[in-house]
Structures are given as structure tokens and as C-alpha cells.
């Protein structure tokens, strides 16, 4: 299994532009989010989705999109990039279930700069 | 609602010497609590976590954490540091909603 993977692992856009983060597992993972993580604040929780066409919003999804067509894939979508959203960008998926099988795999992470 | 804080954003100790990364929670239920590993430049992986059962887990790498309820507290330790060990380190809980809610994490070095 590749486990949780994500493209780009660097990417620099200018103000404005807008890009899609790829993020795929191979675990047949239903629960997958993404979160941001900045320095002293830990992760934050931006979207995520508990299976095929359903997502919901986490705790900073403003300037965010996610659509959840596949089991497999779960792109985050940057409408219109802002230099506060230069951040380090980790997909994770997870296997529910029992508490002793419940757990998050994070994706390498994607390493975003906004100019 | 659930919450974690990580007490000291940055802690130093020599190789060979006791590692103590802390972690109070607030959870008015039984709480998932989890401990992830970032190693520079990498993801996030899974260091141990306590569900229920055995207050005291272990997990990869040397490294154990004990469930404390009388004091909300779920701190990391490790007997004897290692070089390799030198990360940032987060403590982690789920909420009622099923999301994984992180602390600010802690960056370990491990001096020669």
C-alpha cells in the first residue's frame, strides 16, 4: 500500500492564482481530511469528509473547496490564493471503527508559499 | 468541547536522558487520546494512543504515555533520549464530533 499521498510537495503561487491539492490513499480509508499546519499553532483542521460525496467544514475553511467524488481522492481547491495561506498543507485518512483500530494516516504533507 | 494543551513549545535534554513531553486535556467524555511524531520535513506518524482499558500505553520507539483522570494529563515519556528522537511532537483528542483536535506541539532536540 502507498498509504496517503499527496501532490505537489512544494508549490509557490502568486496572489490570486488558483490551485488544486492532490491527495489519494489506497487504504479504503471512508473519513479523510485536510489540515494546515503553521508555526506554533499545530494542525488545524480545514475540511474533511466521512465518505463519497459528503464533506463538511473544520475549523478554517475559508478560502477552501473540497469535493469527495471517489473513496480514494480528496482534493483541496485554493480559489484564489492569499499570502495567509502559505502554509504546510497535510492530508490524512482515516480507519474507523473499533477504538483499537481507530486511527489517522497523514499524507507527506504539501509545502505552500503564497507571494 | 475536547481540547489538549502541550506545555513547553520547546524542550532540550541530553542523550541518554529522560524525555517528559507534557499534555493536559479537557473532555466532559471518556477521552481518544493520541501522540503523533513529525520528523523534519516529513508527515505525521502515530507514536501511541489510549482508547480505553490500560492507563498506561506503549508505543514505537521507546516511548510510553500514562492516562491520568484525576489530573487530565496524558504526558510522553521516554527513559533515554536518542539522537533520532529529536522531532516535534503533538498530542492530539477527539472530539464529540469524531475530529482530531491537536496541540500546539512540542519540539524536542537532543543534545550530544
Known amino acids: 500500500n502507498a498509504g496517503v499521498t499527496q501532490t505537489p510537495k512544494f508549490q509557490v503561487l502568486k496572489t490570486g492564482q488558483s490551485m488544486t491539492l492532490q491527495c489519494a490513499q489506497d487504504?479504503?480509508?471512508?473519513?479523510m481530511s485536510w489540515y494546515r499546519q503553521d508555526p506554533g499553532m499545530g494542525l488545524r483542521l480545514i475540511h474533511y469528509?466521512?465518505?463519497?460525496?459528503?464533506?463538511d467544514q473544520g475549523e478554517v475553511p475559508n478560502g477552501y473547496n473540497v469535493s469527495r467524488s471517489t473513496t480514494e481522492d480528496f482534493p483541496l481547491r485554493l480559489l484564489s490564493a492569499a499570502p495567509s495561506q502559505t502554509s504546510v498543507y497535510f492530508c490524512?485518512?482515516?480507519?474507523?471503527?473499533?477504538?483499537?483500530?481507530?486511527?489517522?494516516?497523514f499524507g507527506p504533507g504539501t509545502r505552500l508559499t503564497v507571494l | 468541547a475536547q481540547s489538549v494543551t502541550q506545555l513547553g513549545s520547546h524542550v532540550s535534554v541530553s542523550e541518554g536522558a529522560l524525555v517528559l513531553l507534557r499534555c493536559n486535556y479537557s473532555?466532559?467524555?471518556?477521552?481518544?487520546l493520541f501522540w503523533y511524531v513529525q520528523y523534519p520535513n516529513q508527515g505525521l506518524q502515530l507514536l501511541l494512543k489510549?482508547?480505553?482499558?490500560?492507563?498506561l500505553v506503549k508505543g514505537i520507539n521507546g516511548f510510553e504515555a500514562e492516562f491520568k483522570k484525576s489530573e487530565t494529563s496524558f504526558h510522553l515519556t521516554k527513559p533515554s533520549a536518542h539522537m533520532s528522537d529529536a522531532a516535534e511532537y503533538f498530542c492530539?483528542?477527539?472530539?464529540?464530533?469524531?475530529?482530531?483536535?491537536f496541540g500546539q506541539g512540542t519540539e524536542l532536540s537532543v543534545k550530544p
Open positions: 487504504m479504503n480509508h471512508e473519513y
Open positions: 492530539g483528542i477527539y472530539n464529540q464530533g469524531g475530529k482530531l483536535i
Open positions: 490524512a485518512s482515516r480507519l474507523t471503527g473499533s477504538s483499537s483500530t481507530d486511527t489517522q494516516y
Open positions: 469528509s466521512v465518505g463519497a460525496g459528503i464533506t
Open positions: 489510549y482508547t480505553t482499558g490500560a492507563t
Open positions: 473532555s466532559s467524555v471518556p477521552p481518544y
